[in-house]
C-alpha cells in the first residue's frame, strides 16, 4: 500500500522557524514528483512547494517564496520542508502527497495520486 505520512506540526511564534518531514512507503519515491499542500480553517487546499519528477526543479507557491526550503533524501523516502519567518496566516494543516507537478508559463500544476496524512500548524501571533 502506499502510505504517505508528515510529522513536526505544532504551536510555533511568528516570526519563529518549523520543519515538516513526510515520509512515504509503499512506492519508489524517486519516480514521483512529491509536493506539500495545506489547509486553513475554511479556506481551500493550496499547493505550497513540490520537487518535479519530470525536470528535477523545487517550485514554490508565491505566498511562501523566499520563506520555504523543500528538500528530498530519497534514501530514507523522506521530504523535508522548513519554513522560517512563519507568519498566522501560515496556520494550517499540512501534508504530502505524490503525483506530478510542473510549472508552465509561470503557473503551478498539480496532479497528485496519492495524499497524505497531515500534520496540524499553528502560529501564534
Known amino acids: 500500500d502506499v502510505q504517505l505520512q508528515a510529522y513536526g506540526g505544532g504551536l510555533v511564534q511568528a516570526g519563529g522557524s518549523l520543519e515538516l518531514s513526510c515520509v512515504g512507503s509503499?512506492?519508489?519515491?524517486?519516480?514521483?514528483?512529491i509536493a506539500w499542500f495545506r489547509q486553513a480553517p475554511g479556506k481551500e487546499r493550496e499547493g505550497v512547494s513540490c520537487?518535479?519528477?519530470?525536470?528535477?526543479?523545487?517550485y514554490y507557491s508565491d505566498s511562501v517564496k523566499g520563506r520555504v526550503i523543500m528538500s528530498s533524501v530519497n534514501a530514507k523516502n523522506t521530504v523535508y520542508l522548513r519554513m522560517d519567518m512563519v507568519k498566522p496566516e501560515d496556520t494550517a494543516n499540512y501534508y504530502c502527497?505524490?503525483?506530478?507537478?510542473?510549472?508552465?508559463?509561470?503557473?503551478?500544476?498539480?496532479?497528485?495520486?496519492?495524499w497524505g496524512k497531515g500534520t496540524l500548524v499553528t502560529v501564534s501571533s
Open positions: 502527497a505524490r503525483g506530478v507537478c510542473t510549472k508552465v508559463a509561470g503557473a503551478l500544476y498539480y496532479d497528485m495520486y496519492d
Open positions: 509503499g512506492f519508489p519515491f524517486d519516480g514521483y514528483s
Open positions: 520537487i518535479s519528477k519530470s525536470d528535477g526543479s523545487t
